[in-house]
């Protein structure tokens, strides 16, 4: 053969075998490469918490602490598009993932002139930061090319145009261009001018060299190179060039505004995630909080939380955690969330059950007198908080003026603390403690922590007149309601919690309870003014709000009408800026009655000493009859209020007179000495073991007696001298000739 044509053969199969290569290189073997995994979930996006009229509240950031926006094509203009291909990739459209004339400059570049230069199109730099960290080796840059190649392959360059911006790093933890434009300038990308524009597509060259919040004199160097790149590829006019190059650098970065910040805490929330929130009242109710609160440092006030119910729905309108996030004295803390004393916002309650168990009404009386009661510490005399006793009271003024002794007996009438532990259950409080008893009748002046969420939804079960269901913070299936107790007795509750009259003896009138309309609501003050609250409804919203310090600092002697009250009434005021407020329908049976509130009886409606109530017409109280005045028209007490009747806590003798004949309302009860008691006699105690004065629930009523022991008169309760030995003592009911026999025994030391 002739040799010159063997060697053109061998030449031609060379090439042959080259450009089979080649093509297997090109088309084939790219397909030996997996595309990175990150390429094929969709980019990451920070979860936006939104109200519930769709309002963005909170963008949130990713693990990575980075905040990430993805947004289709059409949503990216085109000044931007075109900005970042001439920054990056002036051939994508025409290059199939990998630019040969780029990668043939930069080899030059590096064997003539030892200089490095960027070749990596769009593509590969898309590869590239799909793809998990790895060492820059010869292998790593084969594997984006062959990577490059698979992408341009299977996919559109729309759809690689759009994944690269979506994933690209802008400085300052912004992921992609919406979430750049957003940070950097607060506008959508649709709004961006082509100066900003051409900053955007100039930062990822560089992030942190080129950010514009600490370098801006070397950003808008950068922006100005790409403005110049633009125009050399004709893509647009001189003059909108020259326009954008002139532009002044004008930023406004985002500061973000959290005016819900403990919503941040919420794990895994989805990409989008609505609440219940109404942002505009969210806001309000922030700036009412913190403008109360610095009213009120003076009085060591520093904290407050607010929560906002919508009744019908149990939907959480509005949550305001603390007076301000960035207290770094506990800030941060959820108000709304943490256990703490609720003082008398759990004594409504407690009356609730009495009408219901013990058959009260609004106008049954209650003795408002002294009434020591046996605790596991010992025994205790609880008192009102301005320390008097008023003796007898309807119902309506020891609930409307929040008396503590009444509310005590009543308690105690309901068998102790257990059947108000186990309403409160129902409600949805969930901080008490496993036993009732730890509490004692304490629990309906509140030494139970409670949540001011979880108090608020049980004040909006009142509202509902007894429905119950837990708070809703997320839309969806509506929760299935309970009904806990009948709507007479809520409507009865929630009348006198709304009577001005009725609290005024306590309450001065023209304060922070007072509304336009009618409102019901409840204060409560915690013992050393730890804790303040006010709660309240109207049919559609009940707010609660608490007001103190985190870390348990006591307040300046400010009670829950002077700290939390003035931030629920402008809360009330705000929530019904826009809704016309309603009241109740009065519920089936409940009629309107005339009573004279000394002894709760039925009068008629022009009797001098005549109030107007409510009661069930299977309830009504009994009508007064001569017998239960004296000849001057005072209302006669029973041997209840002997005690209380001859004590200087009465300021009522013009109206009130003692009947020591008349039977008493309750039996005789002995509380202290127990039966079997032991006592010791020590002739060191200066004032004397021996002496023993008991104690009755009917002070000065009882006849006492003792075979062994002698008992001298005293007021308003014998002294009984003890001396060693075992002894019979007696107690008898004068009203009822009931004896009571108490065993003592005593021993000397």
């Not at 003539?112 to 790895?134: C, D, F, N």
């Not at 109530?613 to 009859?625: G, S, V």
Request: glycine share 6%; proline share 9%.
């Amino acid at each position: 053969m002739n040799p010159k044509l063997k060697w053109r053969r061998r030449i031609l199969r060379l090439l042959g075998a080259g450009a089979l290569a080649a093509v297997l290189g090109w088309f084939v073997l790219p397909f030996a490469v997996s595309l990175p995994a990150g390429l094929l979930e969709n980019p990451a996006s920070s979860p936006v918490l939104l109200d519930r009229h769709g309002t963005p509240i909170l963008h949130l950031a990713l693990p990575d602490s980075t905040h990430a926006a993805a947004v289709s094509l059409d949503e990216i203009p085109a000044d931007l598009i075109a900005c970042t291909l001439a920054a990056e990739d002036k051939r994508f459209r025409s290059h199939g993932g990998v630019d040969l004339l780029a990668t043939m400059r930069a080899a030059r570049d590096r064997v003539v002139y030892r200089g490095v230069s960027g070749a990596s199109t769009i593509t590969q730099q898309l590869v590239k930061i799909s793809s998990p960290p790895a060492k820059r080796v010869p292998l790593t840059k084969l594997r984006e090319v062959l990577a490059a190649r698979h992408l341009e392959m299977t996919w559109s360059k729309d759809r690689i145009l759009t994944a690269y911006l979506n994933r690209l790093d802008y400085g300052n933890l912004r992921i992609g261009a919406a979430e750049a434009a957003r940070f950097y300038f607060q506008k959508p990308l649709g709004d961006l001018s082509l100066a900003e524009c051409a900053l955007l597509a100039g930062l990822p060259q560089g992030p942190s060299h080129l950010n514009p919040l600490r370098h801006p004199k070397r950003a808008i160097s950068r922006r100005n190179f790409v403005l110049q790149r633009l125009a050399a590829n004709g893509q647009a006019d001189t003059a909108r060039i020259a326009a954008a190059m002139a532009e002044p650098l004008t930023l406004r970065p985002l500061v973000e505004k959290q005016p819900a910040p403990w919503l941040a805490q919420i794990q895994n929330p989805t990409l989008q995630i609505q609440t219940t929130l109404d942002l505009p009242l969210q806001n309000d109710l922030q700036a009412i909080v913190r403008e109360e609160t610095a009213k009120l440092k003076a009085a060591n006030l520093r904290h407050a939380a607010v929560v906002v119910i919508d009744n019908p729905t149990g939907e959480i309108l509005a949550l305001v955690s603390s007076a301000d996030w960035d207290d770094p004295r506990g800030g941060q803390m959820n108000g709304a969330l943490i256990p703490r004393s609720p003082g008398s916002t759990l004594k409504p309650f407690m009356y609730l059950l009495a009408m219901e168990r013990n058959h009260r009404i609004p106008s049954s009386i209650l003795a408002d007198i002294p009434s020591p009661f046996r605790t596991p510490q010992g025994l205790d005399l609880p008192e009102n908080y301005d320390r008097g006793y008023r003796g007898p009271v309807t119902l309506r003024t020891a609930l409307a003026c929040s008396l503590n002794v009444p509310a005590l007996r009543e308690l105690n009438f309901l068998g102790g603390p257990k059947p108000l532990y186990e309403l409160l259950e129902n409600l949805g409080i969930t901080t008490l403690d496993a036993d009732p008893n730890l509490y004692g009748l304490g629990l309906t002046l509140g030494n139970a922590p409670v949540r001011l969420l979880e108090l608020t939804n049980a004040y909006a079960t009142l509202a509902r007149q007894g429905l119950y269901f837990p708070p809703v913070l997320f839309p969806g299936k509506p929760p299935e309601p309970r009904s806990l107790f009948d709507s007479r007795s809520a409507y009865l509750i929630a009348d006198i919690l709304s009577d001005a009259d009725a609290r005024a003896p306590s309450f001065q009138p023209g304060g922070p309870l007072d509304f336009p309309f009618k409102c019901a609501v409840k204060t409560g003050t915690s013992s050393d003014f730890h804790d303040n609250w006010c709660i309240g409804f109207t049919p559609r919203f009940t707010i609660g709000v608490w007001a103190g310090n985190f870390e348990q600092q006591p307040m300046k002697g400010l009670s829950g009408i002077a700290g939390a009250g003035p931030i629920f009434h402008r809360a009330m005021l705000r929530l019904h800026r826009d809704i016309k407020p309603t009241w109740f329908e009065r519920s089936n049976g409940l009629i309107d009655i005339t009573i004279d509130p000394r002894n709760g009886k039925l009068v008629p409606a022009d009797a001098k000493s005549a109030r107007q109530d409510l009661a069930a017409q299977d309830q009504l109280p009994p009508f007064a009859t001569p017998a239960d005045y004296d000849t001057s028209g005072k209302s006669l007490l029973d041997p209840t209020y002997a005690g209380w009747f001859a004590s200087s806590h009465n300021l009522r003798r013009n109206e009130l007179a003692l009947d020591p004949a008349t039977p008493a309302r309750e039996p005789l009860r002995i509380i202290s000495p127990a039966d079997n008691a032991t006592f010791l006699l020590d002739p060191e105690i200066p004032s004397g073991s021996d002496k023993l004065r008991p104690v009755t629930n009917l002070p000065g009523t009882a006849r006492w007696q003792s075979a062994t022991l002698r008992i001298e008169p005293g007021t308003p309760e014998p002294i009984i001298h003890l001396t060693a030995g075992t002894h019979i003592v007696t107690a008898t009911d004068p009203a009822t000739g009931e004896i009571h026999t108490l065993t003592l025994r005593v021993k000397s030391l």
